[in-house]
């Protein structure tokens, strides 16, 4: 690094900087190469670091409103990061005022949508084409034996499977709030499946109403025990539920995550009929 850049601190989906997910933020990244952004994401520690520079040729976009962006975990990069996407368009909120941004990632183009409400400001990112898949009944039992979960805390209703909305990511509902409290895992046995399936994270379920879920997410591949607040993994979990027709095609859900960790979060997720795309929002703010 010839200058080194500003990198700010904000969290994602709380208006409480005590809350949600911490995420750094360099706006101005163009001058930085991979080993640079590695260096400052190992450096904060947060779960991923986002970096921005200028958008590629033909994005589109409002000019001054688009990027190319990149996200980086402690240990490595990764395509698709939904926090970090939020905390930077609140920054950018803050500096470029309301409206739309448009953002270039591994995983394809994100719209992204801050608005103002009472003086809070929201981001509402809109993923790329989500999907789901079936896990192997071998791979669902070593995931299960590094948890250290039984197959019969798991919710028969919610059915194991990966989920993608820019990152994959395994889904496994509990049965129970006590069993979802109760996380205490092998990290390299865990680390070592998600490398051979490339999962991002593990998406820890249980549903307490009909669209009210809380989540945990284990992110060992990252360097991160736990992951406070997912964004990424809310817009394919949220896919998977209208794919699977646990929820209506059209439907607005709310996943409580980071309770457990002490840094409470809320993520919207909004499934729009005749849109197979998921809408994930949440608030943010600007960590001292």
């Excluded at 949508?113 to 039992?141: K, M, Q, W």
């Excluded at 948890?147 to 059915?159: E, S």
């Excluded at 993608?164 to 129970?176: D, E, I, K, S, Y």
Aim: net charge negative.
């Amino acid at each position: 690094m010839t200058t080194k850049p500003e990198v700010l601190r904000y969290t994602a989906f709380s208006s409480d900087p005590e809350g949600g997910n911490p995420a750094g933020v360099v706006l101005d990244a163009s001058g930085l190469g991979d080993a640079d952004m590695l260096s400052i994401a190992a450096d904060l520690g947060d779960s991923e670091s986002a970096f921005l520079s200028a958008p590629p040729a033909g994005l589109g976009g409002e000019p001054g409103r688009a990027f190319t962006i990149r996200y980086f975990s402690p240990k490595a990069e990764v395509p698709f990061c939904g926090h970090a996407t939020v905390a930077t368009a609140i920054a950018l909120g803050e500096r470029i005022g309301t409206g739309d941004l448009l953002f270039a990632t591994r995983a394809g183009t994100v719209p992204v949508t801050v608005s103002e409400e009472g003086g809070t400001l929201r981001a509402a990112l809109t993923t790329v084409e989500p999907h789901s898949e079936d896990i192997a009944d071998v791979d669902l039992a070593e995931a299960l034996a590094a948890l250290d979960w039984p197959a019969a805390d798991l919710d028969p209703a919610l059915p194991p499977r990966i989920a993608f909305a820019g990152a994959r990511h395994l889904v496994l509902a509990a049965a129970t709030r006590e069993r979802l409290a109760d996380l205490a895992y092998d990290f390299e046995r865990l680390e070592a499946l998600m490398h051979r399936l490339e999962l991002t994270t593990v998406q820890l379920v249980w549903r307490e109403s009909e669209n009210v879920f809380h989540v945990r997410d284990p992110f060992p591949v990252g360097g991160v025990v736990e992951d406070p607040a997912t964004g990424a993994a809310a817009g394919a979990f949220g896919a998977y539920a209208r794919e699977l027709g646990l929820v209506p095609e059209a439907a607005v859900l709310t996943l409580h995550q980071g309770e457990d960790m002490g840094r409470p979060g809320v993520l919207t997720v909004e499934l729009r009929e005749g849109d197979t795309r998921v809408r994930v929002t949440g608030t943010g703010t600007r960590i001292a």
